[in-house]
Protein backbone atom coordinates (compact mmCIF):
# COMPACT_ATOMS: atom_id res chain seq x y z
CA UNK A 1 0.00 0.00 0.00
CA UNK A 2 1.58 3.31 -0.84
CA UNK A 3 2.39 5.24 2.12
CA UNK A 4 1.31 8.56 2.37
CA UNK A 5 3.58 12.06 1.59
CA UNK A 6 2.45 12.90 5.61
CA UNK A 7 3.89 9.40 6.62
CA UNK A 8 7.24 9.72 4.56
CA UNK A 9 7.75 13.11 5.68
CA UNK A 10 7.30 12.14 9.80
CA UNK A 11 9.41 9.11 9.42
CA UNK A 12 12.47 10.98 8.11
CA UNK A 13 11.25 14.13 10.21
CA UNK A 14 11.66 11.83 13.65
CA UNK A 15 15.54 10.94 12.53
CA UNK A 16 16.18 14.79 12.98
CA UNK A 17 13.87 16.44 15.16
CA UNK A 18 13.03 15.30 18.77
CA UNK A 19 10.11 13.48 17.81
CA UNK A 20 9.38 14.06 14.38
CA UNK A 21 7.74 17.65 15.23
CA UNK A 22 9.07 21.13 16.60
CA UNK A 23 6.52 21.03 19.42
CA UNK A 24 4.83 18.17 21.10
CA UNK A 25 1.24 18.25 20.56
CA UNK A 26 1.75 17.74 17.24
CA UNK A 27 3.00 14.37 17.18
CA UNK A 28 -0.61 12.75 17.60
CA UNK A 29 1.13 11.35 21.08
CA UNK A 30 -2.43 10.69 22.32
CA UNK A 31 -4.70 10.33 19.72
CA UNK A 32 -2.22 7.44 18.17
CA UNK A 33 -1.51 7.17 14.59
CA UNK A 34 0.45 10.10 11.83
CA UNK A 35 0.61 13.39 12.38
CA UNK A 36 -0.91 15.18 9.10
CA UNK A 37 1.71 17.68 7.38
CA UNK A 38 0.25 20.93 6.00
CA UNK A 39 1.27 22.38 3.02
CA UNK A 40 -1.24 25.15 2.55
CA UNK A 41 -4.54 26.81 4.27
CA UNK A 42 -6.73 29.03 2.96
CA UNK A 43 -9.87 30.54 4.94
CA UNK A 44 -11.41 27.50 6.90
CA UNK A 45 -9.27 25.48 5.20
CA UNK A 46 -5.96 23.60 5.45
CA UNK A 47 -4.79 21.03 2.70
CA UNK A 48 -1.86 18.87 3.96
CA UNK A 49 1.05 17.17 1.59
CA UNK A 50 -0.91 14.72 0.00
CA UNK A 51 -3.67 17.02 -1.45
CA UNK A 52 -6.03 16.49 1.66
CA UNK A 53 -8.32 19.18 2.36
CA UNK A 54 -9.72 19.89 5.65
CA UNK A 55 -12.16 22.19 7.88
CA UNK A 56 -9.84 23.39 10.36
CA UNK A 57 -10.81 23.81 14.17
CA UNK A 58 -7.18 24.56 15.72
CA UNK A 59 -6.36 27.83 13.32
CA UNK A 60 -2.40 27.15 14.81
CA UNK A 61 -3.66 27.21 17.89
CA UNK A 62 -5.82 30.16 18.43
CA UNK A 63 -3.54 33.01 16.46
CA UNK A 64 -5.59 32.41 13.22
CA UNK A 65 -9.06 34.77 14.40
CA UNK A 66 -9.61 35.18 10.86
CA UNK A 67 -9.13 32.04 9.49
CA UNK A 68 -5.66 30.94 7.84
CA UNK A 69 -3.68 34.02 5.50
CA UNK A 70 -6.36 36.65 5.79
CA UNK A 71 -5.94 38.85 2.74
CA UNK A 72 -5.74 42.08 5.05
CA UNK A 73 -2.48 40.32 7.50
CA UNK A 74 -1.46 39.24 3.94
CA UNK A 75 -0.72 42.25 2.60
CA UNK A 76 0.87 43.77 5.61
CA UNK A 77 3.60 41.57 5.87
CA UNK A 78 4.24 41.77 2.08
CA UNK A 79 4.21 45.52 2.14
CA UNK A 80 6.60 45.70 5.52
CA UNK A 81 9.05 42.59 3.42
CA UNK A 82 9.79 45.53 0.89
CA UNK A 83 10.74 47.83 3.85
CA UNK A 84 12.91 45.06 6.05
CA UNK A 85 11.98 42.45 8.58
CA UNK A 86 14.21 43.65 11.72
CA UNK A 87 16.65 46.22 12.44
CA UNK A 88 17.26 45.19 16.39
CA UNK A 89 16.58 49.35 17.02
CA UNK A 90 13.64 50.55 18.03
CA UNK A 91 10.72 51.45 15.19
CA UNK A 92 7.76 53.45 14.84
CA UNK A 93 5.71 50.19 14.28
CA UNK A 94 6.19 49.15 18.03
CA UNK A 95 5.33 52.37 19.31
CA UNK A 96 2.17 51.99 17.19
CA UNK A 97 1.74 48.41 18.95
CA UNK A 98 2.02 49.53 22.41
CA UNK A 99 -0.57 52.32 21.89
CA UNK A 100 -2.76 50.07 20.42
CA UNK A 101 -2.47 46.74 22.92
CA UNK A 102 -2.74 49.42 25.31
CA UNK A 103 -6.14 51.10 23.81
CA UNK A 104 -7.87 47.97 23.68
CA UNK A 105 -7.08 46.65 26.95
CA UNK A 106 -7.60 49.44 29.42
CA UNK A 107 -5.78 47.22 32.48
CA UNK A 108 -3.00 47.43 30.17
CA UNK A 109 -0.69 50.81 31.23
CA UNK A 110 2.38 50.04 29.72
CA UNK A 111 3.79 46.65 27.44
CA UNK A 112 6.62 44.60 26.48
CA UNK A 113 6.54 42.83 22.93
CA UNK A 114 8.85 39.40 23.08
CA UNK A 115 8.70 36.18 20.53
CA UNK A 116 6.29 33.82 22.62
CA UNK A 117 3.53 33.45 24.85
CA UNK A 118 6.19 31.36 26.93
CA UNK A 119 8.60 34.64 27.13
CA UNK A 120 5.71 36.46 28.03
CA UNK A 121 4.87 34.85 30.44
CA UNK A 122 7.92 34.25 31.88
CA UNK A 123 8.62 37.14 32.27
CA UNK A 124 5.78 38.40 33.75
CA UNK A 125 6.26 36.14 36.97
CA UNK A 126 9.78 37.88 36.84
CA UNK A 127 8.57 41.17 37.28
CA UNK A 128 6.01 40.49 39.72
CA UNK A 129 9.00 39.11 41.93
CA UNK A 130 10.66 42.06 41.17
CA UNK A 131 8.16 43.98 41.97
CA UNK A 132 6.98 42.28 45.39
CA UNK A 133 10.30 41.29 46.60
CA UNK A 134 8.63 38.27 47.06
CA UNK A 135 9.61 34.76 45.76
CA UNK A 136 6.97 32.28 45.09
CA UNK A 137 3.53 32.43 43.00
CA UNK A 138 0.59 30.13 42.42
CA UNK A 139 -0.47 28.61 39.44
CA UNK A 140 -3.26 26.19 38.69
CA UNK A 141 -3.38 22.94 38.00
CA UNK A 142 -3.66 22.32 34.57
CA UNK A 143 -3.38 25.72 33.19
CA UNK A 144 -0.10 25.72 30.82
CA UNK A 145 1.75 29.27 31.17
CA UNK A 146 4.16 28.05 28.15
CA UNK A 147 7.38 25.41 29.06
CA UNK A 148 9.24 27.93 31.64
CA UNK A 149 10.79 26.15 33.94
CA UNK A 150 9.20 27.20 37.15
CA UNK A 151 5.47 26.25 35.36
CA UNK A 152 6.14 22.57 34.50
CA UNK A 153 5.10 21.35 37.68
CA UNK A 154 2.83 19.53 38.96
CA UNK A 155 1.35 19.20 42.73
CA UNK A 156 3.63 17.72 45.33
CA UNK A 157 2.02 15.14 48.09
CA UNK A 158 -1.25 17.01 47.97
CA UNK A 159 -2.71 20.19 46.27
CA UNK A 160 -1.36 22.08 48.84
CA UNK A 161 2.06 21.49 49.37
CA UNK A 162 5.10 23.02 47.22
CA UNK A 163 5.11 21.92 43.69
CA UNK A 164 7.91 19.00 42.33
CA UNK A 165 8.87 19.01 39.04
CA UNK A 166 6.75 17.86 35.85
CA UNK A 167 10.01 17.32 33.67
CA UNK A 168 13.49 16.38 34.10
CA UNK A 169 15.79 19.31 33.93
CA UNK A 170 13.41 21.41 36.07
CA UNK A 171 15.06 21.91 39.62
CA UNK A 172 13.81 21.03 42.70
CA UNK A 173 15.24 24.31 42.99
CA UNK A 174 13.00 25.98 40.37
CA UNK A 175 9.96 24.36 41.74
CA UNK A 176 10.56 25.36 44.85
CA UNK A 177 8.62 28.73 44.86
CA UNK A 178 5.53 27.26 42.76
CA UNK A 179 2.75 26.71 44.89
CA UNK A 180 -0.48 24.74 43.16
CA UNK A 181 -4.34 25.23 43.47
CA UNK A 182 -7.18 24.04 42.23
CA UNK A 183 -9.05 25.73 39.21
CA UNK A 184 -12.38 27.31 40.49
CA UNK A 185 -11.15 26.30 44.18
CA UNK A 186 -11.17 29.60 45.97
CA UNK A 187 -10.39 27.94 49.50
CA UNK A 188 -7.47 26.65 48.41
CA UNK A 189 -5.99 29.73 47.38
CA UNK A 190 -6.87 31.19 50.56
CA UNK A 191 -4.99 28.94 52.28
CA UNK A 192 -2.00 29.39 50.22
CA UNK A 193 -2.26 32.83 50.81
CA UNK A 194 -2.56 32.16 54.60
CA UNK A 195 -0.12 29.84 55.06
CA UNK A 196 3.17 32.02 52.81
CA UNK A 197 1.44 35.19 54.07
CA UNK A 198 4.00 37.65 52.43
CA UNK A 199 5.48 35.18 50.28
CA UNK A 200 3.82 35.27 47.28
CA UNK A 201 4.74 37.45 44.50
CA UNK A 202 1.91 36.56 42.08
CA UNK A 203 -1.13 34.34 40.90
CA UNK A 204 -1.36 33.58 37.31
CA UNK A 205 -4.13 32.14 35.85
CA UNK A 206 -5.83 31.44 32.41
CA UNK A 207 -9.15 33.36 32.89
CA UNK A 208 -10.49 30.57 30.56
CA UNK A 209 -8.78 28.13 30.82
CA UNK A 210 -7.76 25.86 26.95
CA UNK A 211 -5.42 23.88 27.82
CA UNK A 212 -7.78 21.41 30.00
CA UNK A 213 -9.68 21.70 27.57
CA UNK A 214 -11.80 24.66 27.61
CA UNK A 215 -12.53 25.31 31.22
CA UNK A 216 -14.35 28.15 32.61
CA UNK A 217 -14.42 30.18 35.88
CA UNK A 218 -16.73 31.10 38.54
CA UNK A 219 -17.44 34.45 38.87
CA UNK A 220 -16.84 33.91 43.08
CA UNK A 221 -13.57 32.43 41.91
CA UNK A 222 -12.46 35.22 39.63
CA UNK A 223 -13.97 38.08 42.28
CA UNK A 224 -12.58 36.40 45.24
CA UNK A 225 -9.50 35.98 43.47
CA UNK A 226 -9.23 39.46 42.73
CA UNK A 227 -10.24 40.98 46.41
CA UNK A 228 -7.27 38.30 48.26
CA UNK A 229 -4.89 39.73 45.82
CA UNK A 230 -5.44 43.58 46.48
CA UNK A 231 -5.97 42.51 50.41
CA UNK A 232 -2.17 40.65 50.10
CA UNK A 233 -0.55 42.82 47.82
CA UNK A 234 -0.29 39.94 45.02
CA UNK A 235 0.26 40.44 42.10
CA UNK A 236 -2.73 38.83 39.56
CA UNK A 237 -1.96 38.09 36.51
CA UNK A 238 -4.10 37.01 33.54
CA UNK A 239 -2.38 35.01 31.04
CA UNK A 240 -4.68 35.91 28.09
CA UNK A 241 -2.14 34.24 25.37
CA UNK A 242 -5.11 32.09 24.09
CA UNK A 243 -7.99 34.75 25.04
CA UNK A 244 -6.86 37.69 24.49
CA UNK A 245 -8.47 39.36 21.64
CA UNK A 246 -10.25 36.09 20.67
CA UNK A 247 -13.48 36.35 23.61
CA UNK A 248 -13.66 40.24 22.94
CA UNK A 249 -11.32 43.17 22.46
CA UNK A 250 -10.40 43.55 25.67
CA UNK A 251 -9.77 39.83 26.26
CA UNK A 252 -11.29 37.89 28.93
CA UNK A 253 -11.02 40.42 31.90
CA UNK A 254 -13.76 42.86 29.41
CA UNK A 255 -16.42 39.83 29.53
CA UNK A 256 -15.75 39.23 33.23
CA UNK A 257 -15.40 42.58 34.36
CA UNK A 258 -11.82 41.74 36.34
CA UNK A 259 -9.24 44.16 36.08
CA UNK A 260 -5.91 41.86 36.30
CA UNK A 261 -2.63 43.56 37.76
CA UNK A 262 -1.36 42.46 34.50
CA UNK A 263 -1.91 40.79 31.55
CA UNK A 264 0.13 38.08 28.94
CA UNK A 265 -0.27 38.22 25.07
CA UNK A 266 0.43 35.61 22.17
CA UNK A 267 -1.06 34.33 19.59
CA UNK A 268 -3.52 36.57 18.23
CA UNK A 269 -1.35 39.77 18.14
CA UNK A 270 1.47 38.56 15.85
CA UNK A 271 -1.30 37.45 13.34
CA UNK A 272 0.32 34.65 13.01
CA UNK A 273 3.95 35.10 13.40
CA UNK A 274 5.88 34.65 16.25
CA UNK A 275 5.00 37.66 18.94
CA UNK A 276 4.47 37.76 22.71
CA UNK A 277 3.26 40.44 25.14
CA UNK A 278 3.29 41.27 28.81
CA UNK A 279 1.89 44.26 30.31
CA UNK A 280 -0.07 46.09 32.75
CA UNK A 281 0.57 48.71 35.87
CA UNK A 282 2.98 51.15 35.25
CA UNK A 283 4.65 50.95 38.36
CA UNK A 284 5.34 47.15 38.37
CA UNK A 285 6.44 47.98 34.34
CA UNK A 286 9.02 50.52 34.85
CA UNK A 287 10.87 47.42 36.95
CA UNK A 288 11.60 45.96 33.59
CA UNK A 289 14.79 46.79 31.95
CA UNK A 290 16.01 49.40 30.71
CA UNK A 291 13.62 51.61 32.87
CA UNK A 292 14.15 49.16 36.00
CA UNK A 293 16.42 46.00 37.31
CA UNK A 294 14.29 43.48 36.31
CA UNK A 295 16.17 42.17 33.00
CA UNK A 296 14.51 40.84 29.98
CA UNK A 297 15.73 41.19 26.04
CA UNK A 298 14.77 39.77 23.02
CA UNK A 299 17.19 40.05 19.60
CA UNK A 300 13.90 40.01 17.20
CA UNK A 301 11.07 41.42 20.02
CA UNK A 302 8.94 43.81 18.37
CA UNK A 303 10.88 42.84 14.84
CA UNK A 304 8.58 45.48 12.46
CA UNK A 305 7.60 41.75 9.93
CA UNK A 306 5.73 40.81 13.37
CA UNK A 307 4.65 44.12 14.23
CA UNK A 308 2.76 45.01 10.70
CA UNK A 309 0.99 41.58 11.10
CA UNK A 310 0.14 41.58 14.44
CA UNK A 311 -0.96 45.65 13.98
CA UNK A 312 -3.36 44.41 10.83
CA UNK A 313 -5.12 41.66 13.30
CA UNK A 314 -5.47 44.30 15.83
CA UNK A 315 -6.48 47.18 13.73
CA UNK A 316 -9.09 44.98 12.05
CA UNK A 317 -10.59 44.04 16.19
CA UNK A 318 -10.98 47.91 16.70
CA UNK A 319 -12.74 48.54 13.50
CA UNK A 320 -14.76 45.29 13.29
CA UNK A 321 -16.27 45.04 16.83
CA UNK A 322 -19.26 42.99 15.24
CA UNK A 323 -17.22 39.89 14.49
CA UNK A 324 -17.38 38.61 18.34
CA UNK A 325 -21.09 38.36 17.57
CA UNK A 326 -20.22 36.01 14.84
CA UNK A 327 -17.97 34.11 16.24
CA UNK A 328 -20.73 33.13 19.13
CA UNK A 329 -23.20 32.43 16.46
CA UNK A 330 -20.91 30.13 14.61
CA UNK A 331 -19.27 28.57 17.61
CA UNK A 332 -22.78 28.35 19.49
CA UNK A 333 -24.36 26.63 16.38
CA UNK A 334 -21.24 24.06 16.37
CA UNK A 335 -22.07 23.49 20.31
CA UNK A 336 -25.75 23.09 19.63
CA UNK A 337 -25.13 20.76 17.05
CA UNK A 338 -22.45 18.59 19.29
CA UNK A 339 -24.93 17.90 21.49
CA UNK A 340 -27.00 16.39 18.91
CA UNK A 341 -24.92 14.06 17.53
CA UNK A 342 -24.16 12.86 21.11
CA UNK A 343 -27.54 12.88 22.55
CA UNK A 344 -27.63 10.34 19.05
CA UNK A 345 -26.18 7.75 20.73
CA UNK A 346 -27.85 8.06 24.12
CA UNK A 347 -24.80 10.70 25.43
CA UNK A 348 -25.21 14.20 27.31
CA UNK A 349 -21.26 14.59 26.82
CA UNK A 350 -19.83 17.80 28.34
CA UNK A 351 -19.42 20.43 26.08
CA UNK A 352 -18.00 24.05 27.65
CA UNK A 353 -18.00 27.15 25.40
CA UNK A 354 -17.18 30.32 26.02
CA UNK A 355 -17.28 32.57 22.46
CA UNK A 356 -15.54 30.89 19.66
CA UNK A 357 -13.68 28.65 22.38
CA UNK A 358 -15.23 25.32 22.99
CA UNK A 359 -14.15 21.97 23.99
CA UNK A 360 -16.61 18.18 23.96
CA UNK A 361 -15.22 16.46 26.62
CA UNK A 362 -15.95 12.44 26.82
CA UNK A 363 -17.72 12.98 29.64
CA UNK A 364 -21.25 13.04 30.70
CA UNK A 365 -20.14 15.12 34.68
CA UNK A 366 -19.56 18.35 34.70
CA UNK A 367 -15.25 19.49 34.11
CA UNK A 368 -14.81 22.83 36.20
CA UNK A 369 -10.91 21.61 37.09
CA UNK A 370 -8.29 19.36 35.74
CA UNK A 371 -9.64 16.62 38.32
CA UNK A 372 -13.14 16.19 36.36
CA UNK A 373 -11.52 17.38 33.06
CA UNK A 374 -9.25 13.49 33.54
CA UNK A 375 -12.81 12.38 34.17
CA UNK A 376 -12.76 12.21 29.91
CA UNK A 377 -12.19 8.68 27.75
CA UNK A 378 -9.28 9.75 26.02
CA UNK A 379 -9.07 6.57 23.83
CA UNK A 380 -12.99 7.51 22.38
CA UNK A 381 -11.30 11.03 22.17
CA UNK A 382 -9.17 9.56 19.87
CA UNK A 383 -11.40 7.17 18.00
CA UNK A 384 -13.86 10.69 17.72
CA UNK A 385 -10.56 12.54 15.80
CA UNK A 386 -9.52 10.04 13.83
CA UNK A 387 -13.19 9.40 12.41
CA UNK A 388 -13.62 13.24 12.06
CA UNK A 389 -9.71 13.58 10.57
CA UNK A 390 -10.82 10.96 8.25
CA UNK A 391 -14.04 12.52 7.42
CA UNK A 392 -11.97 15.89 6.63
CA UNK A 393 -12.52 17.68 9.86
CA UNK A 394 -9.02 18.91 11.60
CA UNK A 395 -9.60 18.84 15.74
CA UNK A 396 -7.24 19.54 18.18
CA UNK A 397 -4.99 15.67 18.41
CA UNK A 398 -5.84 15.72 22.03
CA UNK A 399 -8.74 15.86 24.54
CA UNK A 400 -7.64 18.84 26.54
CA UNK A 401 -7.21 21.29 24.07
CA UNK A 402 -9.66 24.23 22.95
CA UNK A 403 -11.18 24.08 19.48
CA UNK A 404 -10.78 27.22 17.76
CA UNK A 405 -13.84 28.69 15.52
CA UNK A 406 -12.83 31.37 12.81
CA UNK A 407 -14.83 34.41 11.29
CA UNK A 408 -14.08 32.30 7.99
CA UNK A 409 -16.03 29.67 8.98
CA UNK A 410 -19.37 29.37 7.74
CA UNK A 411 -23.02 28.20 8.98
CA UNK A 412 -22.33 25.77 5.79
CA UNK A 413 -19.22 24.73 7.28
CA UNK A 414 -20.35 24.20 10.78
CA UNK A 415 -23.20 22.22 9.60
CA UNK A 416 -20.47 19.84 7.50
CA UNK A 417 -19.02 19.13 10.82
CA UNK A 418 -21.77 18.31 12.98
CA UNK A 419 -23.44 16.35 10.38
CA UNK A 420 -20.00 14.22 10.75
CA UNK A 421 -19.74 14.27 14.16
CA UNK A 422 -22.93 12.34 14.29
CA UNK A 423 -21.92 9.82 11.44
CA UNK A 424 -18.52 9.44 13.98
CA UNK A 425 -20.17 8.82 16.77
CA UNK A 426 -22.55 6.29 15.53
CA UNK A 427 -19.65 4.23 14.67
CA UNK A 428 -17.42 5.00 17.78
CA UNK A 429 -19.78 5.15 20.55
P1 LIG B 1 3.86 29.76 23.25
O1 LIG B 1 5.18 29.78 23.96
O2 LIG B 1 3.52 28.36 22.75
O3 LIG B 1 3.72 30.84 22.19
O4 LIG B 1 2.70 30.14 24.33
C1 LIG B 1 2.62 29.40 25.51
C2 LIG B 1 1.22 29.53 26.08
C3 LIG B 1 1.03 30.36 27.17
N1 LIG B 1 -0.20 30.51 27.73
C4 LIG B 1 -1.28 29.86 27.21
C5 LIG B 1 -2.62 30.07 27.85
C6 LIG B 1 -1.14 29.01 26.08
O5 LIG B 1 -2.22 28.37 25.59
C7 LIG B 1 0.14 28.84 25.51
C8 LIG B 1 0.36 27.92 24.32
N2 LIG B 1 -0.76 27.17 23.90
C9 LIG B 1 -0.48 25.87 23.29
C10 LIG B 1 -1.82 25.21 22.97
N3 LIG B 1 -2.36 24.55 24.08
C11 LIG B 1 0.40 26.02 22.09
C12 LIG B 1 0.48 24.79 21.22
C13 LIG B 1 1.81 24.11 21.35
O6 LIG B 1 2.34 24.02 22.48
O7 LIG B 1 2.31 23.67 20.29
Redesign the pocket.
Known sequence: MQISTSQQLFEKAQTLIPGGVN????AFKSVGGTPVFFASGSGSRVTDVDGNSYLDYIGS??PHLFGHNPQFIKSAILAQLEKGVSFGAPCGLEVEMAELITSLVPSVEMVRMVN??????MSAVRAARGFTGRDKFIKFEG?????GDYFLIKAGSGALTLGVPTSPGVTKGNAADTLLATYNNLAEVQELAEKYKGEIAAIII?PVV??MGTVLPTKEFMNGLRQLCTKEGIVLIF?????GFRLAKGGAQEVFGITPDMS?F??IIGGGL?V?AYGGKKEIMMKVAPAGPVYQAGTLSGNPLAMAAGLAALRYIQQNPAIYTRLEELTARLQHGLAAAAQSVGKNYTINRIGSMISMFFSEQPVTDFASAVTSDTALYGKFFHGMLDEGHYLPPAQF??WFVSTAHTEANIDETIAAAKRVMQKIV
Open positions: SPVRWGSGTEATCYHGHEGNDEVMTVGKPGEA
